[in-house]
C-alpha cells in the first residue's frame, strides 16, 4: 500500500515537471495515446494485411457512437481505436519496426567491431 502510494506521488510529480518544461507535452501524449491502443491480436491481424494485402476486402474505417462527456444526451461519433479496427492508422508497428532496426544495426556494427 505504502509502495502504491509513493508509486503514485513520484509518477504525479514527474508529470507536472515535465508539462513545465515541454509545452504541449500533454497534448501530444493525449492524442498519440490513441494510436498505440493495440494489442498482439490487431498486430497479427495487421501484419497479415501488410504481407497479403490482396486477401482484404474490406478497407473501410469503422465508426463508433459515444456520449459526450459532460453533457447528458449529446453523442458524437469518431473513429473506432485501432485494437476494433483493423483498419485504423497505428504508431506501435512503425514505432517497433524503428526500434527494431536500430537494434539490429547496432547487433551488426557491434559484430564487426573487432
Known amino acids: 500500500m505504502l509502495v502504491s502510494a509513493a508509486t503514485d506521488m513520484v509518477k504525479t510529480r514527474m508529470e507536472s515537471v515535465l508539462v513545465q518544461w515541454i509545452p504541449g507535452l500533454k497534448a ?3 492524442t498519440s495515446r490513441f494510436y498505440f491502443a493495440v494489442d ?3 498486430v497479427a ?5 501488410i504481407a497479403f494485402p490482396w486477401t482484404r476486402k474490406d478497407w473501410a474505417r469503422q465508426w463508433e457512437t459515444v456520449n459526450v462527456e459532460g453533457e447528458p444526451g449529446v453523442t458524437e461519433v469518431r ?10 492508422p497505428d504508431l506501435y508497428i512503425p514505432v517497433m519496426a524503428l526500434v527494431t532496426f536500430i537494434l539490429a544495426v547496432g547487433l551488426v556494427k557491434g559484430v564487426e567491431m573487432e
Request: avoid cysteine; aromatic fraction near 10%; charged fraction near 25%.
Open 45 to 49: 491481424r495487421k501484419l497479415g494485411v
Open 28 to 30: 501530444l501524449w493525449a
Open 40 to 42: 498482439s491480436s490487431y
Open 79 to 88: 473513429d473506432k481505436p485501432p485494437v476494433a479496427d483493423s483498419n485504423a
